[in-house]
């Protein structure tokens, strides 16, 4: 059973179900693409189904795999796959062969840009409602605001700026790219007014909040390196006095029974039947012994062993990875012997789900977690002043719940140091959680950690994907990013 907030935790994705599996007689013919503003969203249900629609697909869990893993971990220096069909696919990220035509790139700019097309079909008109009491109109605006910004924010990792279109009521289909100050303008200005009007906690999990709002735009300040804004931006979080470390057993932070917990800012629910989290289909090794009701998929996801080795060896964490197994056979595999025929360490965060279904288990994925929040403002003031003792106060917050060494001040002769240090508290903390990429890239190491590790490919303009080449030949307006 999952933890309960108040009396009940509704899942969104259950209300994605009634939004869109409403039957008809079939032989009546209906317009199901549009509805009546005027009506449709005079009622909470209304304009829940349309926020509902738009979260569903800003969400990670409506194309994990891909959005975690194939785009975000893989080009990095921690993750990588191996086996079954998909490793065609996995290979061209580790090694920086990818092209503009691959599907890795339509798939989510398409889910993006159809959460922004709901997300702005409710902000056209939300204004006029008038059934629903102003406050209440005042925070689906800022929900519809925040995913839009969200939205925009992940395009951003993938793509660079991209065309922003802020309403539905005006087809385009020939936007330009908007400017990096334009996009700053932007992501900013929204969050900071959905931040203003958000509650600080939800009655359903998986709503934004202010807390989320904040965080996220901690986030951007970070990979903008916008240093001053993402430390005060950051401390805005912290003294919402909301947030704090999981403080129970953090081998089993992740599992289903833990997702509701006090580090979660911004969450990507998941449940067996729908939106299902499909990690550890992908990570279970060959012949592990599952469930009868799990799946263990040909594509395996590892952990570089050298990564693993870097752990502290009393750090809680490694209670995370699965070091070695016995088949039903009573073959002994160790993992961190590349001549097994298990390859490589696997990391079990996702702790697997009694109740999952085939490859879907009901894991909730954290997008936003209060750990991040703590780190962005250390590494913030370290690029500001280089080491404090602040910034490495917040960094041992991290290191004493995992068990390890605290660091002293004197243990830092440079910022160059304590950047270091903190690349590797982000790997260690946040492994498999999809945020490597862009820890690199903000720390300008994605390119050369590619390099060392062989993919000689590997060059500097990449630390942006291609604009997908069917949205290039499809709008003459839309302009490549460099190199491709």
């Not at 249900?45 to 569903?56: D, E």
């Not at 298990?342 to 999952?356: L, S």
Request: aromatic fraction near 12%; proline fraction near 5%.
């Amino acid at each position: 059973m999952k933890k309960i907030i108040g009396n009940n935790k509704i899942y969104w994705i259950v209300i994605i179900l009634l939004f869109l599996s409403s039957c008809e007689d079939f032989l009546k013919e209906e317009v199901y693409t549009q509805y009546d503003p005027a009506t449709y969203l005079q009622t909470e249900s209304g304009i829940n189904s349309i926020l509902v629609a738009a979260y569903s697909n800003m969400q990670v869990t409506s194309n994990m795999r891909d959005r975690m893993y194939t785009l975000q971990e893989f080009p990095g220096d921690i993750m990588w796959e191996w086996g079954g069909s998909f490793a065609a696919t996995a290979v061209l990220f580790m090694n920086f062969n990818w092209d503009s035509q691959s599907g890795m790139f339509s798939t989510p700019w398409q889910q993006y840009y159809v959460s922004i097309r709901n997300a702005n079909s409710l902000l056209d008109n939300i204004d006029n409602v008038t059934a629903i009491s102003p406050d209440k109109v005042k925070q689906f605006k800022a929900e519809a605001r925040f995913i839009l910004a969200a939205d925009y924010y992940y395009l951003w990792e993938i793509f660079g700026p991209v065309p922003l279109i802020t309403t539905a009521s005006e087809l385009n289909f020939e936007p330009v790219r908007a400017t990096d100050q334009e996009f700053d303008t932007f992501i900013t200005g929204e969050l900071q007014a959905a931040a203003s009007d958000l509650p600080l906690t939800q009655s359903l999990w998986g709503k934004a909040t202010k807390g989320a709002a904040l965080a996220l735009l901690s986030k951007y300040y970070m990979n903008t390196h916008q240093w001053q804004n993402a430390a005060d931006v950051s401390q805005q979080v912290i003294d919402l006095n909301k947030y704090k470390l999981f403080t129970g057993d953090i081998v089993n932070m992740f599992a289903v029974v833990n997702e509701v917990n006090d580090e979660v800012i911004l969450t990507s629910p998941s449940l067996p039947t729908i939106h299902g989290n499909v990690y550890m289909a992908h990570a279970f090794p060959p012949n592990y012994q599952i469930q009868s009701n799990w799946i263990n998929y040909g594509a395996q996801f590892c952990v570089y062993n050298n990564w693993v080795t870097t752990y502290d060896p009393v750090d809680k964490r490694l209670g995370w990875f699965l070091f070695s197994y016995t088949e039903k056979n009573g073959t002994v595999h160790d993992l961190l012997n590349p001549a097994d025929a298990g390859k490589a360490v696997r990391c079990f965060k996702y702790v697997p789900d009694p109740d999952g279904v085939s490859q879907s288990h009901g894991n909730d994925v954290p997008m936003i977690r209060y750990a991040e929040v703590l780190l962005n403002r250390s590494e913030a003031l370290n690029e500001l002043n280089g080491p404090t003792q602040e910034a490495v106060d917040l960094l041992n917050q991290i290191r004493t719940r995992a068990g390890v060494p605290l660091y002293n001040l004197s243990d830092f002769a440079s910022k160059d140091a304590m950047r270091d240090a903190l690349l590797n508290e982000r790997g260690w903390e946040f492994v498999a959680e999809g945020l490597r990429r862009m820890d690199l890239i903000r720390q300008g190491k994605l390119i050369s950690r590619a390099i060392a590790r062989g993919a000689t490919n590997a060059k500097d303009y990449m630390t942006r994907y291609p604009i997908p080449l069917n949205e290039i030949k499809a709008n003459p307006n839309l302009v490549q990013n460099t190199g491709y």
